[in-house]
């Protein structure tokens, strides 16, 4: 059934305000658990540094997972009319979906790909979402390794 106007924008702010609570909820969820981790696990030796490579590798796949969250909705609602289209793209596929989705979660932009209609909603909203998170995870690293350095 094809979608129109109001009704795939409609759909294009749902899936892009589902897409954004899942991935604040996994991020905030992955760096409490991880925080809790390493508070737990504190020793004066060798494993500090084994423990904050381990919460950069997490907040890495944390980072690919909310790419795989916006990218299933790309995927999803560009299989509809009426919910915008991607210029460059004759059909989109679920790997091209997670590549639209990483160009705009990490604010590399689009070059000959360009999102048209409402899914631009999308794409500046995950972009927004992506920078956010990135910087929460900054700070996360931080404090982890500052914590690390203090008890050297």
């Known amino acids: 059934m094809p979608m129109g106007g109001a009704a795939g924008s409609f759909?294009?702010?749902?899936?892009?305000?589902?897409?954004?609570?899942?991935?604040?909820m996994l991020h905030y969820e992955g760096l409490y658990r991880m925080w809790r981790y390493a508070h737990g696990h504190t020793t004066h030796g060798r494993r500090q540094p084994v423990q904050v490579l381990m919460a950069i590798f997490g907040v890495m796949v944390l980072h690919m997972l909310q790419i795989v969250i916006f990218g299933t909705v790309w995927w999803g609602l560009l299989q509809f009319p009426g919910t915008g289209s991607v210029a460059g793209i004759v059909h989109l596929k679920w790997h091209g979906a997670l590549f639209l989705s990483s160009l705009s979660?990490?604010?590399?932009?689009?070059?000959?790909?360009?999102?048209?209609?409402?899914?631009?909603?999308?794409?500046?909203?995950?972009?927004?979402?992506?920078l956010v998170l990135v910087a929460w995870s900054a700070s996360f690293a931080f404090l982890l390794m500052q914590r690390h350095w203090r008890t050297e």
């Open 11 to 24: 759909a294009v702010i749902a899936g892009t305000l589902l897409a954004t609570g899942l991935c604040v």
């Open 105 to 130: 979660y990490t604010s590399l932009g689009f070059d000959t790909l360009v999102p048209m209609g409402a899914v631009r909603i999308l794409a500046s909203v995950e972009a927004l979402t992506g």
